[in-house]
């Protein structure tokens, strides 16, 4: 592919918030940076266009398993990221198939084509404390059973498993980061952090009256997903592969996030924030709370933002784009 002496990875998901922030990473520690595309009419580089110029994009699908075949030929990469899914838990509901097909049955589908094409190729799967669901105990830790209350949790406890399934019966370098919840100025408008800190400073700035969410007691273990990709690497990076849980060992409530992000903006959340329960899902995860003590010790990672720095940061860039978008309409 290249005559470079870079290390080579390949990123599948690399538009998306953990995608693009892993590239910007690696590209920092001198790699070479490959993402694979999903051919989509609606494909949005909005997150990776400061540095897309020094990326290698080619299309690939995680449906596809000669796609992804062909993509490891071209790019030999040492490090496959698979952080490609249907994320969004909400829509695995109503889309419980396409979720299981993407996001459980395509990890198996890339294992499939690094163990064809090169089994030396260092695997990480990104998988999710939405595994925990119903969960057995808190806080929860590599051997808590998992018990998924979606599709989506039950598709990504199928890519967890074939992952070390993989490991163990293919000798594959393959290792899954069970990330709890990580949010970030990039993540997507649909999912509830982002969704506050947006509506909070769009009401600050005159462009919308209220905000609609659902349970505000669910709790969540949140953290900044910078600091996370960075532990995605340091999975890599070991002598042998082991999976690891990535928190910040401390949990939460939206409501709490609420009071958090209005505040900055010196707004009390009590005046807008209206609970719809349109927005209950049908079977609630109601807390989720993180023990990455494993992690900590082994691979030397601890989180560097903590929640309240996490508000701040997420709700400033809100307010930056809120101005300019009442500035174009002359709010």
């Not at 979606?150 to 399934?165: C, E, F, L, M, R």
Request: hydrophobic share 40%; proline share 5%.
């Amino acid at each position: 592919m290249t005559g470079s002496t870079a290390p080579r990875a390949l990123i599948t998901g690399i538009t998306g918030q953990d995608g693009s922030y892993l590239a910007e990473f690696l590209l920092d520690k001198g790699y070479e940076v490959h993402g694979l595309l999903r051919r989509s009419s609606t494909e949005t580089f909005e997150r990776i266009a400061g540095f897309r110029d020094r990326l290698h994009l080619l299309p690939g699908d995680l449906t596809d398993l000669v796609s992804l075949i062909e993509a490891l030929k071209a790019v030999r990469p040492r490090e496959v990221y698979n952080l490609a899914a249907q994320s969004f838990v909400p829509a695995s509901w109503p889309q419980p198939l396409l979720t299981g097909d993407v996001t459980g049955l395509g990890v198996a589908r890339m294992l499939e084509a690094i163990r064809i094409v090169d089994p030396g190729i260092r695997f990480y799967q990104a998988s999710s404390s939405e595994m925990f669901g119903h969960v057995r105990e808190s806080p929860q830790n590599e051997a808590t059973p998992f018990y998924p209350r979606s599709p989506y949790g039950v598709a990504k406890v199928y890519g967890h498993w074939i992952t070390v399934n993989y490991r163990e019966s293919h000798g594959l370098y393959a290792v899954s980061g069970i990330l709890f919840n990580h949010e970030s100025p990039r993540r997507g408008l649909e999912f509830v952090t982002r969704k506050i800190t947006d509506a909070a400073a769009r009401i600050k700035v005159g462009l919308q009256d209220e905000l609609r969410l659902g349970n505000l007691d669910a709790k969540r273990d949140w953290g900044y997903a910078l600091d996370y990709v960075r532990a995605m690497w340091l999975m890599l990076q070991q002598d042998a592969p082991s999976d690891y849980v990535v928190a910040t060992d401390e949990t939460h409530s939206v409501r709490e996030f609420c009071e958090l992000a209005f505040a900055r903006l010196d707004l009390d959340w009590q005046d807008y924030v209206k609970v719809d329960p349109a927005f209950y899902r049908p079977a609630e995860v109601h807390e989720l709370f993180g023990d990455s003590r494993k992690a900590r010790r082994e691979l030397g990672w601890k989180p560097e933002v903590d929640f309240e720095g996490l508000v701040a940061l997420m709700v400033d860039a809100d307010l930056k784009r809120a101005k300019a978008a009442a500035a174009g309409k002359g709010v």
